[in-house]
């Protein structure tokens, strides 16, 4: 990954001295509004005038190591005469929420006119059939549509994400549970996927295991690491975008590692489960939601 960048606004340079034999490079100390200051390495900076008065300041951050001691570092990078950005205040747009959790299935809004969040292997009734929508489908959706939330969340992070990618003028809280969340119950899941791709030669995708199985990106590779720990299968080689390739296990696991995997496991697990209890017992307000 490249190294990222870093800005501070409205700087005060306090100190400008050049370094090498020649003077080609400089060593800034800046200062913010609060006082603290900080030093800037700036490289190959002999013939480059700094802006007069306050700047911006883009920089890296690193690590400085003399004689034995460590302190921030930071690298310029760029500069501007300091701006005073305008800051406009909009009010929030009004959600309306409609809290159906614990009643009766009310009519909703269809796929064609909302966006559904529906996943997990128990969707919907032969009274209620209701199509599969998982997360993975839904960064291609229409913003600004009314949200449907058929299944519980298995996090509070995927319930923001859901708000914050569709941005919806109306919520439908509906909270059915459409998972199973015990051990047992998610290791034969993920075992079953698991063979399907064996059978068919084909990768394993983190996020849509996790999607269709209606829980978190982090169970289903404890529940392939425990899997391989017992020696069911291998995992092979991991590819972009969150994808392995496994073989069958010979049989032999690593002893060793299996406890610490299966608490690892359960611990997951057990946050899952705690969270979606919250979820149909919380206040509205309580989710995190926008509430009208």
């Not at 200051?37 to 002999?46: C, D, E, G, I, R």
């Not at 930071?74 to 959600?95: M, Q």
């Not at 299966?262 to 509430?291: D, K, N, S």
Request: charge should be negative; hydrophobic fraction near 40%.
């Amino acid at each position: 990954n490249p190294m990222p960048n870093f800005m501070s606004a409205n700087l005060t340079v306090v100190e400008d001295r050049r370094l090498g034999r020649d003077g080609g490079h400089r060593r800034l100390v800046v200062r913010n509004s609060t006082g603290a200051t900080a030093p800037v390495l700036w490289f190959k900076s002999a013939d480059i005038d700094l802006p007069t008065g306050p700047i911006d300041l883009v920089y890296t951050l690193g690590v400085n190591e003399f004689r034995g001691e460590r302190s921030l570092q930071l690298t310029y990078v760029d500069s501007r005469p300091a701006h005073e950005d305008a800051v406009t205040l909009t009010p929030a747009k009004v959600v309306q929420i409609h809290d159906c959790r614990g009643a009766a299935i009310p009519d909703l809004p269809g796929p064609d006119r909302a966006v559904w969040y529906a996943e997990g292997i128990h969707i919907g009734s032969d009274a209620h059939p209701v199509a599969y929508a998982p997360r993975v489908q839904i960064q291609a959706q229409t913003r600004a549509r009314p949200l449907v939330l058929y299944s519980v969340p298995p996090t509070p992070d995927l319930l923001t994400w859901l708000h914050e990618t569709v941005r919806p003028p109306e919520i439908y809280l509906v909270g059915q549970v459409t998972t199973d969340d015990a051990l047992d119950d998610v290791l034969r899941q993920v075992a079953g996927v698991g063979k399907f791709a064996l059978q068919r030669g084909q990768a394993l995708h983190i996020d849509r295991m996790a999607a269709r199985l209606g829980t978190t990106e982090a169970v289903i590779r404890y529940s392939l690491l425990w899997l391989q720990s017992r020696g069911q299968i291998t995992m092979l080689d991991w590819q972009s975008g969150d994808q392995v390739f496994i073989e069958r296990g010979a049989g032999q696991g690593d002893h060793d590692e299996a406890p610490w995997v299966r608490a690892q496991l359960e611990q997951h697990l057990a946050e899952v489960r705690a969270y979606r209890r919250y979820f149909l017992r919380a206040a509205v307000h309580q989710l995190g939601l926008p509430a009208a």
